[in-house]
């Protein structure tokens, strides 16, 4: 199951991956999207992350610390 978000305006948001490849390497880009797409789909927060609301009501993640 993947993980959700609902903002404070009821509205539900999925967290998703994906390898982003560039000339330093390849890395993780994480995002939410208001739709669920299951080859991209997390199952939980990664490690040293947590999910904020912004202002706007659009969910991130944000380094512990």
Do not use: I
């Not at 797409?37 to 912004?54: H, I, S, T």
């Amino acid at each position: 199951m993947a993980y959700s978000f609902t903002n404070s305006k009821g509205k539900t948001y999925f967290l998703h991956r994906k390898e982003v490849k560039s000339k330093s390497g390849t890395r993780d880009l994480y995002f939410f999207a208001g739709d669920l797409r299951p080859d991209f789909a997390v199952d939980e927060v990664p490690a040293g992350k947590q999910v904020v609301e912004m202002k706007s009501g659009l969910p991130v993640l944000k380094k512990v610390e």
